[in-house]
């Protein structure tokens, strides 16, 4: 059994296929964990989720996503809150007759997910961590989160998340601003502000700025963690977090990370 950790795949169907073949991906022994971001910008992102949807059906467990800010864009146009950017390639997918199915597998799958290695404990999500956050911490606002994403408050979630109206629910409220930390941060401040506008490589960004991960006495230090998001960061590895966006929907690569081991995998874009 193998266990892969793969960067934004964002709608690239064909390079994903490539790479579960170098990868030798079996269904049924092996799991496969994204980093968010399976849909959007991307030629193809329906046949993607309904690649991920019919095998995690078929194999129960074997192919999960934490969600990324371009999957929440889309479950937010699903349900009819926001409109298209002009970068959205999600006709095909919202026209689709198993939309609904498909945005309903895909807002049940978790912001934060935490995975059992031989180096120790692997937190995955989107794009990284507040500063502020233990491990822990982390952990139960990603899981009071989901619990709104996954019931009938989900609109007002995804609303308060793209910016569409303020939510009234202190709870809601809570929720977007963690939501919004974990599928967009990059860099911050030095007291660990989020300042998610800088997209660039941390070697171009403004002098008061600092990635996330190397704010000083960052409360989840220590806790190995993996994340997307960031295609100028690139694949690069810290002494306890390890980037995987590869920028594959900008014509580079797609990356895959075998978690026992850490073997890196890569195909080219095209």
């Not at 934490?66 to 409109?83: E, I, K, Q, W």
């Not at 002009?86 to 799958?109: G, H, I, M």
Request: with cysteine; net charge positive; hydrophobic share 40%.
């Amino acid at each position: 059994m193998a266990t892969w950790a793969i960067g934004d795949v964002q709608g690239c169907f064909e390079p994903l296929k490539r790479l579960l073949v170098a990868i030798r991906f079996d269904a049924v022994r092996d799991r496969a964990i994204f980093c968010g971001d399976l849909v959007n910008r991307g030629p193809d992102s329906l046949g993607v989720l309904r690649w991920a949807v019919s095998t995690d059906r078929a194999q129960p467990g074997s192919v999960s996503t934490v969600l990324g800010n371009h999957d929440l864009h889309f479950l937010a146009r699903a349900a009819g809150l926001v409109g298209a950017k002009r970068t959205d390639t999600l006709d095909e997918l919202l026209a689709a007759k198993d939309c609904d199915a498909l945005a309903s597998w895909l807002r049940r799958q978790p912001l934060l997910r935490k995975v059992r290695t031989p180096q120790g404990p692997t937190v995955v999500v989107h794009a990284g961590l507040d500063v502020h956050w233990t491990v822990h911490g982390a952990e139960m606002r990603a899981r009071a989160a989901e619990k709104l994403l996954g019931n009938g408050q989900h609109r007002d979630l995804l609303a308060a998340v793209s910016g569409t109206r303020e939510p009234l629910d202190p709870a809601v409220r809570h929720a977007a601003d963690f939501v919004a930390t974990v599928t967009r941060v990059r860099c911050c401040t030095a007291d660990g502000t989020p300042q998610p506008e800088h997209n660039g490589s941390p070697e171009t960004a403004p002098p008061h700025l600092l990635p996330w991960y190397a704010v000083p006495d960052r409360k989840s230090a220590g806790a190995r963690i993996l994340f997307g998001h960031w295609a100028a960061l690139g694949v690069r590895k810290g002494p306890d977090w390890q980037s995987l966006d590869s920028g594959c929907v900008w014509g580079n690569a797609l990356t895959a990370l075998r978690l026992e081991d850490d073997r890196l995998v890569q195909v080219a874009a095209k």
